[in-house]
């Protein structure tokens, strides 16, 4: 049975080489922990910005991501955000990276992130009301409606995590290592290699014929030049506020 909203075991095995973290985002990541000495990474996947001068107990529900986690980080555990094994107060902090849009009971989830973070709740997750600042969106339009329907609104998010939240706009460098369809704003050729596409979970929300004629239509407009005369601007700006939000909730 799916832990989320997309098969992880039978998707998942190239994510490691593609959703490298981003030595940038994960220092802001890093900051909003402040100075917890215990942290709980819930729905770690392969382990994309776990600090590692803390200790850390990771949670991941897919086996294949689970085999993805580097040797030098501990192996994580078999568990889902909605059922943590942990008392109540368990951790100095709680992190939560590109995740919350993939749990079933996000609800149930966020609630448990609150119960066992004696101090900060952190989430790295995107915006779906500024989904449609990216070009991609006039490409491939189903892609972005279904992203928007998966990722919950970050007031509620907010609401959920503590009695005072921060929200920060986080931007995206042009040479952004986690490969998410925004980091390769710059680099629009990108989308049409099959192994980013994969490390993407969107693409898995529409159907093929929609993912084809995306790729076909980008394809067609850089080998003709209609791209970079409609978009050229896009491939030196230094960095794309697009929709990538950090949250921490406070007690």
Sequence with gaps: ?????FDYDTH??????????????AALVHAALGDAGTVLNVGAGAGSYEPTD???????????????????????????????????DSFDAVMATVTVHQWRGLHRGLSELRRVARGPVVILTFDGDALDRFWLAAYAPELIAAERRRYPAIPLLA???GRTASVTEVPI???????FTEAFYARPES?????????????????PEAADRTVASLRQDLASGRWDRTYGEWRTRPHFSGSLRLLAGHC
């Design 1 to 5: 049975m799916l832990s989320g909203d």
């Design 54 to 88: 803390r200790h850390v107990v990771a949670v991941e529900p897919s086996a294949t991501m689970r085999a993805q986690r580097p040797p030098t980080l501990a192996p994580a555990l078999n568990a889902t955000a909605e059922q943590l094994p942990f008392d109540d």
């Design 159 to 161: 609401d959920a995590i």
């Design 173 to 179: 460098p042009i040479d952004c290592a986690d490969g």
């Design 191 to 207: 989308f049409l290699d099959p192994r980013v596409r994969a490390a993407q979970s969107a693409w898995g929300f529409i159907p």
């Design 12 to 25: 998942g095995s190239g994510y490691a080489s593609v959703r490298r973290p981003d030595p940038r985002i």
